[in-house]
């Protein structure tokens, strides 16, 4: 009896792991919660691989890797349409961390795309600014601020260095300053400035489509007005709007707007004597002129108005330039 006893004490003995004390075929306990790795897949992430190479990447949005900004090539990178080098910003730590996600070797930078190089930050020289916004429209974070035929000026801490500013500058007037020595890639450009980049890439995407979609509500609205019947009731409002106290009330908005860009034009006067402001406006090229009307006549399609913006210090927020 006390050797079958002996035997069942062994037998449980060697059914226990000595290291857990965890009976076989029973669930290993959980480990303690580590934070998850942006380049290690996780089966519990909800995260897409897409989701996962963005987080990876710079966010400068500089469309050097050959598409519209860094989430659409982490999408052609997921889909295994774009290779894993095409991010000079990120340089050669940025192919690494990558490769690291792909299980993939480390290969240079596509010598295409670019070279990895000091990070730059744009300058504008604000004597011969002439003040057309082409540069704030194509500024892919909001780091330009100005109004037409006003100085433009760079938030440096705001510039991603992405020099999509520079091509479209009709009077070359601004300049890529290497501001980090001889620091590259990740070096010279932090995880934090990388997120702010990417929230100010977001929130100006999303402002946008919003100027977008409330142009084509108003087109719409535009086009159902003149196209329907018109009931008894707008026929009403219609007589009523023709009568003098609607006049009145016209007139006066008038009055208002007329007054507030009369004050504009005195303060933008007063800003000219004092050497502030874009001194070139005048007699400007025709080519400069053709892109200008071109960047007004977009600005008017989603439904920004210039001349609002010349009364922006006192008319309505309605009536200010979206950027
Ligand atoms: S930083 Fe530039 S090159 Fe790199 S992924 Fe983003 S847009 Fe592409
Ligand atoms: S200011 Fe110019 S270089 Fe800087 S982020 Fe904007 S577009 Fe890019
Ligand atoms: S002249 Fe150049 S810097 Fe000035 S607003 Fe136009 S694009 Fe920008």
């Known amino acids: 009896?006390?050797?079958?006893?002996?035997?069942?004490?062994?037998?449980?003995?060697?059914?226990?792991?000595?290291?857990?004390?965890?009976?076989?075929?029973?669930?290993?306990?959980?480990?303690?919660?580590?934070p998850p790795r942006p380049d290690v897949a996780n089966v519990n992430d909800p995260k897409t691989l897409a989701d996962r190479i963005e987080d990876l990447l710079p966010?400068?949005?500089?469309?050097?890797?050959?598409?519209?900004?860094?989430r659409p090539y982490a999408e052609a990178v997921a889909a295994g349409i774009a290779n894993y080098n095409q991010c000079p910003p990120g340089g050669l730590e940025g192919v690494e961390r990558l490769a690291k996600l792909l299980g993939k070797p480390v290969i240079p930078i596509n010598p295409d795309n670019g070279?990895?190089?000091?990070?730059p930050?744009?300058?504008?020289?604000?004597?011969?600014?002439?003040?057309?916004?082409?540069?704030?429209?194509?500024?892919?974070?909001?780091?330009?601020?100005?109004?037409?035929?006003?100085?433009?000026?760079?938030?440096?801490?705001?510039?991603?260095?992405?020099?999509?500013?520079?091509?479209?500058?009709?009077?070359?007037?601004?300049?890529?300053?290497?501001?980090?020595?001889?620091?590259?890639?990740?070096?010279?450009?932090?995880?934090?400035?990388?997120?702010?980049?990417r929230v100010r890439h977001d929130r100006r995407a999303a402002r946008q489509a919003a100027e977008r979609n409330a142009a084509e509500a108003r087109a719409a609205a535009r086009?159902?007005?003149?196209?329907?019947?018109?009931?008894?009731?707008?026929q009403d409002a219609a007589t009523q709007a023709a009568s003098p106290t609607a006049d009145d009330a016209e007139a006066k908005k008038k009055a208002i707007i007329q007054a507030a860009l009369e004050r504009a034009r005195r303060k933008k006067a007063e800003l000219a004597e004092q050497g502030v402001g874009p001194r070139n406006v005048e007699h400007v090229s025709a080519d400069v002129q053709a892109q200008i009307d071109a960047a007004e006549a977009r600005r008017k399609r989603i439904g920004i108005e210039s001349n609002a913006s010349d009364a922006s210090d006192s008319a309505p927020d309605d009536d200010k330039p979206a950027r």
């Open 1 to 34: 009896m006390q050797a079958l006893a002996l035997c069942v004490c062994a037998l449980s003995g060697l059914l226990r792991n000595p290291a857990h004390g965890r009976v076989r075929g029973t669930a290993r306990p959980r480990s303690r919660h580590r």
């Open 59 to 70: 966010q400068t949005q500089c469309t050097k890797c050959g598409y519209d900004g860094c």
């Open 115 to 119: 070279v990895e190089r000091p990070r």
């Open 121 to 197: 930050v744009a300058f504008i020289d604000e004597q011969l600014c002439i003040g057309c916004t082409l540069c704030m429209q194509a500024c892919p974070v909001d780091a330009i601020v100005g109004a037409p035929k006003q100085m433009h000026t760079i938030v440096k801490d705001q510039c991603t260095g992405c020099d999509l500013c520079v091509a479209p500058c009709p009077v070359d007037c601004i300049a890529m300053i290497p501001v980090t020595g001889a620091a590259t890639g990740w070096d010279a450009w932090t995880q934090q400035q990388a997120d702010e980049a």
């Open 223 to 234: 086009r159902a007005a003149t196209s329907a019947p018109q009931p008894q009731a707008q």
